[in-house]
């Protein structure tokens, strides 16, 4: 079984403050997703990657920067971190392109105060 | 956008109904995928869908597909209490070869 982990399932922080939010998946899979969910907005892509040091914009990219170093770790950062990205966040990862299923991690819950 | 919009938001049945998710969507797309979540977790895949399909059977699901209505449709027979979750459709295509666009999600209370 795929497995995606992420770092924290509840984070709490301040404004202003820099967050990162790691990602790890065991299968070798190629791309990468992080994205966030929010009541009623349905999951938003804010960035992907397809390859090491790759990296694209999804639709929500503003306020948020990637890392990929390694193949299985895909990190999300807030720079300095606002209220409005208060929310649920999902790291994916899927072998190929589209027609392949994403797996997901548990969510990372991040409160911005 | 070719965002996927679930139909209905909510849905509440008991326990040994079936239960009718649909999913309508504006672009051409080059398959149609199903996730579950419940709740506060991940998602999970349940099944995928290609373009030139117009139905697919996985268990208890049947995922039928109709690309001249821009439209998906999933039942699930027999419910049961652990399908209580909801249900997101995402679609590929439009472009890109990795992004998949997913649609607000149905709300399914199946109660005992």
């Known amino acids: 079984d795929v497995k995606v982990t992420q770092s924290s399932r509840y984070l709490v922080k301040r404004t202003g403050e820099k967050v990162f939010l790691e990602c790890v998946q065991d299968m070798d899979h190629e791309n990468m997703f992080w994205y966030r969910q929010d009541p009623g907005l349905g999951l938003r892509l804010i960035y992907f990657?397809?390859?090491?040091?790759?990296?694209e914009k999804g639709d929500i990219p503003e306020g948020y920067s990637v890392s990929r170093e390694k193949k299985e770790r895909f990190s999300l950062i807030l720079e300095s971190a606002s209220t409005n990205q208060t929310s649920m966040y999902l790291c994916a990862c899927a072998l190929g392109g589209i027609l392949y299923e994403q797996y997901f991690g548990p969510g990372t819950r991040l409160t911005v105060t | 956008s070719q965002q996927g919009e679930e139909d209905p938001q909510a849905l509440s049945i008991q326990e040994g109904e079936n239960a009718t998710m649909n999913c309508s969507y504006k672009?051409?797309?080059?398959?149609l995928q199903w996730y579950r979540q419940n709740s506060g977790r991940g998602l999970v895949h349940l099944i995928l869908i290609r373009s030139n399909e117009r139905e697919k059977h996985s268990g208890r699901l049947r995922v039928t597909l109709d690309t001249s209505k821009k439209s998906s449709s999933l039942l699930i027979t027999a419910s049961r209490a652990a399908d209580t979750a909801s249900y997101f459709c995402?679609?590929?295509?439009?472009?890109?070869?990795?992004?998949?666009?997913f649609g607000k999600g149905t709300l399914l209370t199946v109660n005992p």
């Open positions: 990657s397809y390859d090491v040091k790759m990296k």
């Open positions: 672009t051409s797309i080059n398959n």
């Open positions: 995402a679609t590929g295509g439009g472009g890109s070869n990795y992004k998949l666009t």
